[in-house]
């Protein structure tokens, strides 16, 4: 599967973006999807992932209660949903997707929180 990601940007603080992720292939219901991020200096980290079919949801502690990932199947999509942003959040974003593990990934998209 090729993943096409789209969103992100230059933010303040306190507020929002939304990022889609657009995927080309089949059987795109069949596939966890996820969102990762990494900073400068930092190891790339789980943001939010979801399962396949009905899709279970998981969240790093750092996001809870302000990302929310979602995905429409008949659309090939996944999105991140991004309330309250904080400057930690700061980093390049990357949608993936997999099966047993993340094996397709696609382009990173900055996105910038000031304070």
């Known amino acids: 599967v090729q993943l096409q990601a ?3 940007g230059s ?9 889609t992720c657009a995927a080309s292939g089949r059987d ?12 400068p200096g930092k190891e790339r980290e789980s943001v939010a992932t979801i399962s396949w079919g009905p899709g279970s949801t998981y969240y790093a502690d750092s996001v809870k ?3 929310t990932i979602s995905r429409d199947n008949a659309k090939n999509t996944v999105y991140l949903q991004m309330s309250s942003l904080k400057p930690e959040d700061t980093a390049v974003y990357y949608c993936a997707a997999g099966r047993q593990q993340f094996a397709s990934w696609g382009q990173g998209t900055q996105v910038t929180v000031s304070s």
């Open 28 to 39: 795109f219901s069949s596939y966890a999807m996820g969102w990762f991020r990494q900073s």
């Open 65 to 67: 209660g302000r990302f």
């Open 11 to 19: 933010v303040q603080a306190g507020g929002s973006l939304r990022f």
């Open 6 to 8: 789209s969103g992100g």
